[in-house]
């Protein structure tokens, strides 16, 4: 029976009546999927399972209870059978439906779907008893060749931060938690759990940790993950500065801190550092942790604390539990293909080639494996058993009609033998077809958890199918299944390029519903494709070496390395076609001169000038000035998905705060909203800018502290530190205020410190105590009036 005092939220209480083994045992879950039930007490368990875009429900692991791994004897008896006939990781499990993988939603730059696949996914964790999603994962796309980057959302922390918080809102709007993952730096599966992401601060708090702040401040996840990496040599998982004084003291979360799975190897370090929740259960980690509290290793009040956040999780779980929800298959199935349609971006289509015409169009020749078998997901633990699946192949024969003939080339093969002919039969049978579409895809077994890509290239054998089919017929259109971006050595002989990347169950429909123009491709790129391997901003240092992979690029992390070097990329950030055309106009601010806390009202009209109703996704940077400190070259502030029909003109309004506007400086450890000249840009892509307008913003009038060795032009642009200084003079040289300020100028283009100069200068030296006590008073009154102007 539930407690009272569980049902009420006097938590501290309860967490007063447990023993010590009762609290470790509530912070480490129970098995794979659940928290710990406290009989005694009355204290019930919650069920959480993995899915950043769909449920993945063990059925042995979750209905029966079973731990993770197999025992020794299991194991024994299977270690000769072959690998195809030894049971998955996660055994059987439920169907569910496979939605369109996080690199292809967030190409719809749609918060209003986000939220309805959080919704969605929030129906079928009730039908499941699901009662906490594990996702979503926003890790940045650093690199295409991360083996997750398959799961998460864009290489810029706005769009990634504003689309999180959608579906978080989306979930837990419908009582089913969200854990955030992975914070931070995961951005690579090579030596996943001990490699260390050095990243300057800068860096880290400008891209990587921004998605998170900003997703958290929208929505307000139940949980948040903590990853496997090491963080500039610390754990992540007992990283005190990144999960209590950047995620609770800076940010202000006040929900669970979960770690990955297996991703403590100090569970007391762990909960000292404010990871929660240690999953799964590990009867050697909760020994450790019983052991350092007995032996007052760890501050009891932090593991009550602790115990405290786990039984809100849970109450505010059992609270939303609703066992009468169900979910419509088919439904659901509607709401992938409409999703994935949203999502793929038409990357070229020259002469007009798409969408097929049945007017014109007699004979269709497919080509490739994915036509029959396409490539929907990436894997690793994000992976679904969907509850049904498009075939493109069958989805486009049902649009063709009898009017159009097809034929089908398989045309690939992972046997290396096998492709010669089969290229051979392609080439052969595509002659004379009005369209060839060929379905291409990266290598098998490169795409999700646990292995890095190994290359840009598709799969081995499709890059030459292309490039040999578009000799044979110059009406090709390549339509790629990828986790990320790829490179297209073909790309000057193809007329047409669709990008799906990985879209759910429904990949055939939508992409069947896009080519015949159904659907008008509304899709834009989330991540910049290169045209080679080495014109991206990870290509020196990437995987790392000796565990410590350091992030060179800096702030400059995707598109903002390629406007910084002046890089040609294949196609640009925010880059995607229409079957209509879209002009931009009247572009106007609500003011001229922005100051911190304010927000500043970006107004914009958009016209579809073409012939047939489509989507346009309107973005907006920021163009720097003159900065004090370097910043690339522009960046994404805001977007817009907006719907209009043949001559229908709309107005566009977004918000741009002040802060959104900030530098991080290091040296002052703060935000910084600097005295510049901003241009805003309006733009269909980060390359392609249509409006601009003048903004001014002024600083805070912040200043970096000044120390015994700051060189004299820094003290002279500090208004506090300049008076106090001339003060300081005129008391320990009996000098007038005029003596002291010529003096301070003389100072001015020295290169030494301010103290050091006075020395070399002047011939004088200060007492030391006077010395460090200005500088303590000037700094604390930087601080007082910083703290005001916020």
Request: aromatic residues 8%.
């Amino acid at each position: 029976m539930t407690n009272e005092k569980f049902i009420a939220g006097d938590f501290a209480a309860l967490v007063a009546e447990m023993t010590d083994e009762e609290k470790v045992s509530l912070l480490a879950g129970h098995h794979m999927w659940k928290t710990q039930e406290i009989d005694r007490l009355g204290i019930p368990h919650i069920v959480m399972t993995d899915g950043t875009y769909g449920v993945r429900y063990s059925i042995p692991q979750i209905d029966g209870d079973e731990a993770g791994g197999v025992d020794f004897a299991a194991f024994l008896s299977v270690v000769n059978q072959r690998a195809d006939h030894v049971q998955t990781a996660w055994g059987q499990m439920k169907p569910a439906t496979c939605f369109p993988n996080g690199t292809s939603l967030a190409c719809s730059w749609d918060v209003d779907l986000a939220h309805q696949l959080g919704e969605a996914l929030a129906r079928e964790c009730q039908e499941f008893g699901v009662h906490l999603l594990l996702g979503p994962g926003i890790n940045i796309r650093r690199t295409p060749l991360g083996g997750r980057s398959y799961e998460y959302y864009s290489e810029d922390p706005v769009l990634t931060g504003d689309f999180a918080a959608g579906v978080i809102k989306g979930l837990q709007e419908n009582g089913v938690g969200a854990s955030l993952k992975h914070l931070a730096c995961n951005n690579s599966e090579i030596e996943r759990t001990t490699m260390d992401s050095v990243v300057e601060e800068r860096a880290l708090r400008e891209i990587y940790l921004k998605g998170f702040e900003r997703a958290i401040r929208q929505s307000e996840p139940w949980t948040v993950m903590s990853s496997y990496n090491r963080l500039n040599g610390v754990q992540a998982a007992q990283n005190a500065w990144l999960l209590t004084k950047v995620l609770r003291d800076e940010w202000g979360y006040g929900g669970l801190v979960v770690s990955d799975w297996h991703g403590v190897k100090d569970r007391p370090a762990s909960l000292i550092a404010g990871n929660d929740l240690d999953m799964p259960e590990s009867e050697t980690r909760k020994a450790d942790l019983l052991a350092a509290i007995e032996a007052d290793n760890v501050d009891r009040a932090l593991v009550d604390r602790a115990c405290e956040r786990v039984l809100d999780l849970v109450s505010k779980a059992k609270r939303g539990e609703d066992r009468t929800m169900t979910f419509d298959r088919a439904e659901h199935h509607a709401l992938a293909r409409r999703l994935a349609a949203e999502s793929m971006v038409l990357l070229k289509n020259d002469v007009g080639l798409l969408p097929i015409s049945k007017a014109s169009v007699r004979r269709i020749a497919i080509v490739g494996e994915g036509a029959a078998a396409p490539v929907i997901q990436g894997s690793g633990c994000a992976t679904t058993i969907p509850t049904s699946k498009d075939v493109p192949v069958e989805e486009i024969r049902k649009l063709a009609g009898s009017e159009i003939k097809i034929d089908v080339f398989q045309a690939t093969s992972e046997i290396a033998s096998e492709r010669e002919a089969l290229i051979i039969e392609a080439e052969q049978g595509v002659a004379g077809a009005d369209i060839v579409l060929v379905f291409v895809n990266t290598e098998n077994g490169y795409d999700g958890e646990g292995s890095d890509r190994r290359s840009l290239g598709l799969a081995p054998g499709h890059d030459a199918l292309v490039e040999r089919l578009a000799c044979a017929n110059s009406n090709i259109v390549a339509v790629i299944s990828s986790p990320d971006a790829v490179v297209m050595p073909w790309i000057g002989d193809v007329p047409a390029v669709i990008e799906m990347f990985f879209s759910g169950q429904a990949t055939g429909g939508a992409v069947a519903d896009l080519l015949f123009g159904r659907v008008n491709p509304s899709g834009k790129l989330t991540t910049t494709f290169p045209k080679r391997m080495e014109d991206m901003p990870t290509h020196l240092t990437y995987p790392g070496e000796n565990g410590r992979h350091v992030y060179s690029e800096g702030i400059f992390a995707g598109y903002r390395w390629y406007d910084a070097r002046g890089i040609e990329p294949l196609f640009p950030f925010g880059f995607g076609l229409s079957y209509t055309e879209f002009a931009y106009s009247n572009l106007a601010l609500d003011r001229t001169i922005l100051r911190s806390g304010e927000k500043v009202a970006v107004s914009f009209a958009v016209t579809n000038i073409g012939k047939v109703a489509g989507k346009e996704i309107c973005q907006v940077y920021a163009r720097y000035g003159q900065p004090r400190l370097k910043r690339p070259v522009r960046e994404l502030k805001g977007f817009a998905k907006l719907e209009l029909n043949p001559g229908e003109s709309r107005v566009v309004t977004l918000q741009i705060a002040a802060e959104d506007l900030c530098v991080y400086d290091t040296a002052l450890q703060a935000w910084t909203l600097d005295n510049d000249g901003i241009t805003i840009e309006v733009a269909s892509s980060s390359r392609d800018i249509h409006l601009k307008a003048e903004l001014h913003t002024v600083s805070d009038a912040v200043h970096r502290r000044i120390e015994w060795d700051t060189q004299p032009v820094f003290v002279l642009e500090n208004p506090v530190a300049r008076s106090k200084f001339n003060r300081f003079l005129q008391k320990q040289l009996d000098i007038s205020s005029e003596d002291a300020e010529r003096m301070l100028e003389h100072c001015a283009n020295s290169f030494v410190g301010i103290f050091t100069t006075f020395d070399r200068r002047f011939r004088h030296t200060f007492p030391k105590a006077d010395v460090e006590a200005l500088l303590a008073e000037i700094n604390q009154e930087s601080v007082r009036q910083e703290r005001r102007a916020a």
